[in-house]
């Protein structure tokens, strides 16, 4: 067993509120932490309707999901969030500057013990490690969307994390119902989403281009595959202001017209308060999707 019990999340979107409740659910004391009243707000609606899933993927009764809910707390104030953490696990927006400036504030205020771990997507730990004030103490710990079910934690370290450190946050995810993942040396995206970001960006890309519609991508990849998604659903799950936050930075980083072009359709959607799963409508519209109906992979 670690010594790791009090657990903060800082960044309560999609997959802070899951990781959230699932340390929660595996028995740990957790503090979400987020910058406005109206963030916790939707934090705790969030994490509420997480029951649902938990019944159907894992058997989670009302009474077992509701012991998880008790051990979880929410403030909006940053210190009295990581007084008594034993590790804070960042899942702000995937933005340099973001970090940054959170990392910096964070040095100051958390406890010495606290080991710091950051739930990036694309990002390296060397990047931030002397915002820190503890690069010893840091590393990245990331999981994929649906962490009750899509359960790996990639672990991955700076030149500078202890290994002891390393190995403690690999014990720590499996307590939580995690598969580490082991990454040996930094590696931008990790490997889940060194798969998957030219899974989707090829996606994108035949929508720019004005090949077919999301739906016909999905139904092409569905079909011919036989996954459960097509990109343009993984997506909307993912969440669309994510998903535009980091192939935003992969579009201007390759100067690529067609990923730029889908982009901005992209922020176009989110304008217009389409944000995927999290907002009822995105590519598709939810609950019930068309992917999801047995007749969208039919011949009519």
Known sequence: MTSMNNVTVAGSGVLGSQIAYQCAYRGKH????????????????????????????????PQAFAEGLS??????????????ADIIIESVPEKPQIKHDFYVQLSTIAPAKTIFASNSSTLVPSQFMADTGRPAQFLNLH?????????????????????????EVVEFAKEIGMLPIKLKKEQPRYILNSILDPYLDAGL????KGVADPHTIDQ???????????????????????????????????????????MSMIKSMIDDGHLGVESGEGFYTYPSPLYEQKSFLTVN
């Open 220 to 262: 092409t990849w569905m079909k011919a595959t036989g996954a459960p998604m097509g990109p343009f659903a993984v997506m909307d799950h993912v969440g669309l202001r994510t998903e535009y936050n980091i192939h935003s930075v992969l579009a201007q980083e390759s100067n690529n017209a067609d990923l730029i072009k889908a």
């Open 143 to 167: 999981f994929a969307n649906e962490v009750w079910k899509n359960n790996t934690a990639e672990i991955m370290g700076s030149p500078k994390t202890d290994p002891k450190v390393y190995d």
């Open 205 to 208: 890309t035949l929508w720019a």
């Open 30 to 61: 957790v503090t979400v932490y987020d910058i406005n009243d109206q963030a916790i707000e939707k934090a705790k609606s969030r994490i509420a309707g997480l029951e649902t899933s938990y019944h159907r993927d894992l058997g989670t009764s």
């Open 71 to 84: 051990r979880i707390s929410y403030t909006t104030d940053l210190k009295a969030a990581t007084e008594n």
